[in-house]
């Protein structure tokens, strides 16, 4: 099996988030499940993806972090299909079928690569925001005056927290174990927390999850994409629109996430992406 490195939602080397992608033949079975966990942590990125072709312009793929499978992951997909693209198993303007476990999604392979997000829902569990804050180092100069928490869907299930102030936003110092534990009674994938600036930027925003071993991301699609449902519920923005996202500052990994939202509701999220590496995995894996 081949296997890469490759940087999503950025056009520069070492910029935006790196993912693992490891290509499997027609018809080869995916490894064991602990297997191919156990590579994403050799591999130490936070998402590793393992795709498989079924048929022209059809595929199935698979997330995993260092600790667990995950139904979505919208970086690596962005790398996959760019990987697919560099290949040639893929031609530019292609629109492909992509079977996950959050559900069929469409992926368009091209400079920018865009992914249908799943349906977006806004999950009712409620939300202890004093507690969030505090796990979260909020003051009370950084709380959002107005906008709610919410906990939403577009195939993985995250806290939406607004914060007042971009210098709020970098200020964000998370308790990560008591996050890991409040991810795990709320049943989500972590906190993508933003801020609204006046700076060409729809939003700046961090995204953590240490429950799923990844403490800090420098550009999360799944979660781009319920900010942006978030911001057309809370009247932010209006139907069709088109968002960017600016993550990763803090990391020094900055990275630029687009998002697509239609008249209809669906959301779609894109970015380019850079190839940095190839590989052969040994038989034995």
Same mark, same amino acid.
């Given at each position: ?46 998402? #590793? ?11 199935? #793929? @698979? ?28 031609? @530019?303007?292609? #629109? ?9 999604? #469409? ?144 990391? @020094? ?33």
């Amino acid at each position: 099996m081949e296997f890469f490195i490759v940087d999503a939602f950025t056009s520069e080397p070492f910029g935006g988030n790196p993912a693992g992608v490891v290509i499997l033949e027609h018809g080869q079975p995916f490894p064991p499940d602990e297997r191919m966990r156990l590579l994403a942590a050799e591999l130490r990125y936070s998402e #590793t993806a393992f795709v498989r072709p079924e048929a022209p312009h059809e595929f199935t #793929t @698979r997330y995993f972090t260092p600790r667990a499978e995950v139904d979505l992951c919208g970086h690596a997909t962005i790398a996959t299909f760019g990987v697919l693209l560099a290949r040639g198993t893929v031609a @530019r303007g292609d #629109t492909c079928l992509n079977h996950t476990l959050a559900g069929d999604l #469409t992926v368009t392979a091209g400079d920018t690569v865009l992914m249908q997000m799943a349906a977006p829902t806004v999950i009712p569990t409620p939300v202890d925001v004093e507690r969030l804050h505090r796990v979260m180092g909020v003051d009370d100069d950084g709380r959002h005056p107005s906008l709610p928490v919410e906990i939403i869907s577009t195939g993985l299930p995250d806290i939406i927290m607004p914060v007042a102030t971009v210098d709020a936003l970098h200020a964000l110092r998370p308790d990560m174990d008591a996050l890991a534990d409040l991810s795990r009674e709320l049943a989500v994938t972590g906190v993508h927390a933003f801020a609204i600036a006046d700076d060409g930027f729809t939003a700046h925003t961090r995204n953590f999850g240490p429950l799923y071993g990844v403490p800090e991301e420098a550009a999360t699609g799944t979660a781009s994409g319920a900010l942006t449902h978030y911001l057309r519920r809370r009247g932010l923005i209006s139907n069709p629109a088109m968002c960017h996202f600016v993550q990763g500052e803090t990391m @020094r990994r900055r990275s630029i996430i687009e998002t697509r939202l239609a008249a209809d509701g669906d959301i779609t999220v894109g970015g380019r992406c850079c190839l940095l590496a190839r590989g052969t995995l040994l038989p034995a894996l």
